[in-house]
């Protein structure tokens, strides 16, 4: 049963980058045809899709947040992190990490992480 668990700070700054990390256990982020994404839900709105990294390493990202956001991984701890860099009060939401497969398409996320509540706030 895979499981995985977002961390990071709780509270972000106007204007400077925020950083999540989703830690996997019980299955491999190389692992094929599995797809990590990374999806938010601001207060009061539906979940957003922000971008993925693929099994492969490849990544893909919402278009209207692709010039703020990296994905990145660290095969050696089974993690895989989002950098969303400029954020302001609007990028406040819950954080959340999922595994798709076999394709990106959000209908195929079968795990989800707990979530994290992220502020963006001075």
């Known amino acids: 049963q895979v499981q995985l668990r977002e961390s990071g700070p709780g509270l972000v700054k106007p204007s400077q980058a925020l950083s999540l990390t989703c830690t996997v256990s019980?299955?491999?982020?190389?692992?094929?045809?599995?797809?990590w994404n990374w999806i938010r839900q601001p207060p009061g709105k539906g979940l957003e899709w922000m971008g993925a990294i693929a099994y492969s390493g490849s990544t893909y990202y919402s278009p209207s947040l692709q010039s703020r956001t990296t994905i990145s991984r660290d095969m050696s701890k089974n993690q895989f992190t989002l950098q969303l860099n400029s954020v302001t009060p609007e990028d406040t939401a819950v954080y959340y990490c999922?595994?798709?497969?076999?394709?990106?398409?959000?209908?195929?996320?079968?795990?989800w992480g707990q979530g994290t509540q992220v502020t963006v706030s001075s």
């Open positions: 999922a595994r798709a497969f076999p394709s990106i398409q959000t209908a195929s996320i079968g795990s």
């Open positions: 019980g299955g491999s982020i190389t692992e094929n045809f599995y797809y």
